[in-house]
């Protein structure tokens, strides 16, 4: 498989605009905008992955899928529970500065990490399955193998 200058550029400069978000924003913005990110904007691009993909790209978004489950359910969780007060009471009471939150903030780039580490799983399990040359047979054939 071969990558292009253009891809790897924007794989740098998502990695980038990751960081910058990240380590150069204050921490609430920085908590909400990658909150957005993994609420909004990722599950349907892996939904889509999913439904629309073959081979390796479809192994890779189911394994990202799965890996990043976890990722999304705990960032759902802190986001409804700081931003509708929660636990904590009344939204003014957050301390957007405090270690609970620069942790939930740094837990977002490490997520997203996990989840393309699941998908190279994925990969992995999808190559290790296919490398005999073999094709998948679905289950009609099977059964027309089993009548003959």
């Known amino acids: 498989m071969r ?3 253009k891809s790897f550029l924007m794989v740098v400069l998502l990695i ?19 909150t957005f990110v993994s609420l909004v ?15 390796y790209r479809r192994a890779f978004f189911l394994g ?32 957007f500065e405090g270690d609970d939150v620069r942790f939930l903030v740094f837990m977002h780039p490490i997520g997203y990490l ?18 005999d040359g073999g094709e998948r047979s679905t289950g009609s054939e099977s059964e027309s193998n089993e009548e003959a």
């Not at 904007?41 to 081979?55: C, K, Q, R, Y």
């Open 3 to 5: 990558f292009s200058l």
């Open 16 to 34: 980038n605009l990751l960081a910058g978000i990240t380590f150069g924003l204050p921490t609430y913005v920085s908590f909400s905008l990658l």
């Open 41 to 55: 904007v990722f599950p349907p691009i892996i939904i889509v992955g999913v439904v629309n993909t073959s081979g």
């Open 64 to 95: 990202a899928m799965v890996a990043g489950m976890m990722h999304y359910l705990v960032s759902f969780y802190y986001g409804y529970t700081l931003v509708l007060g929660g636990i904590q009471g009344d939204i003014s009471d957050i301390d």
């Open 114 to 131: 996990i989840g393309v580490i699941g998908g190279l799983s994925g990969m992995f399990a999808y190559w290790s399955l296919m490398r």
